[in-house]
């Protein structure tokens, strides 16, 4: 009867029977966070703690020297370099387009750019070694122009248009559009440089260098509209297909030199008379 009465006092509560269970429970809890912490430490000394990630937001905060130092450790790491590309090449990308776009000079321009080649440890010099290359031949074709005007305006006309000829096909191939100015400065000096153009046609007719003349009258009519250039050009035309005289087109070459040169000195007498007036 006392083997009964034990059975019957033991407590098979379902309260009791879950406590197993609740145990487990919060026991796999316990795993699953440890885990998730595992993978958290995991992803951050991998990825935000990573050289490469470094590079990154020191480069961002401008601290050049870590990224330096970073550049320098993980030189043979391809992995490294592969990620911190990214930012250094869109950085010399953006140098170019500020000095093209006038906010920087090509000298500051060459100076970020061989900074961004010391930051990181000559990793991508070849990249940059072009943009540097670029930026210094961008800078040539603008010197080149500013000579070709100094020489228009100091009265060298012929060669000052030989040398914005050069500039319009140099500035072409790079990119760069300069033909606003050329067509500014031809317009400014074009009975100057018409008066010169002529006399150069003149001479190159008796030496049959009609394909040099050609070269000057198209590159003009690409700025100016003058029907003095069209119509010599259609006189060039028959004297290559034998229907005119070197001697005449020559002397009509002389002639629209001398008329050019003419309405040069009316157009100053025009503004003496102008100032004459208000005095």
Do not use: W
């Amino acid at each position: 009867m006392s083997q009964n009465n034990d059975l019957n006092s033991t407590d098979l509560s379902p309260e009791n029977e879950s406590r197993p269970s609740h145990k487990r429970g919060i026991l796999i809890l316990i795993i699953i966070i440890a885990i998730a912490a595992a993978v958290g430490s995991y992803i951050y000394f991998a990825v935000y703690s990573s050289p490469a990630s470094t590079f990154q937001r020191a480069f961002k905060e401008q601290d050049y020297d870590t990224c330096a130092q970073l550049s320098r450790e993980n030189a043979d790491d391809p992995d490294f370099a592969e990620e911190i590309s990214t930012c250094v090449l869109a950085e010399s990308e953006e140098i170019e387009e500020n000095y093209r776009n006038g906010d920087i000079s090509a000298k500051d321009a060459l100076t970020q750019l061989q900074e961004l080649n010391t930051v990181s440890d000559g990793l991508f010099q070849e990249s940059l070694d072009s943009k540097i290359s670029e930026v210094k031949t961008i800078e040539n074709v603008y010197i080149s122009f500013d000579n070709a005007k100094k020489k228009i305006l100091s009265g060298n006309y012929l060669e000052g248009i030989q040398d914005l000829m050069e500039v319009s096909d140099s500035s072409e191939e790079i990119d760069v559009d300069l033909e606003d100015e050329i067509s500014e400065l031809i317009k400014e000096n074009q009975d100057s440089i018409k008066t010169s153009l002529f006399e150069e046609f003149s001479r190159l007719v008796k030496e049959k260098n009609f394909s040099q003349i050609k070269t000057y009258i198209d590159f003009i009519l690409g700025y100016i509209k003058d029907a003095d250039f069209s119509d010599f050009q259609a006189l060039i035309a028959k004297l290559q297909s034998g229907t005119g005289k070197i001697d005449e087109i020559s002397q009509a070459a002389s002639d629209m030199a001398d008329s050019a040169s003419a309405a040069i000195k009316d157009k100053l007498q025009d503004i003496k008379s102008q100032f004459e007036d208000r005095e």
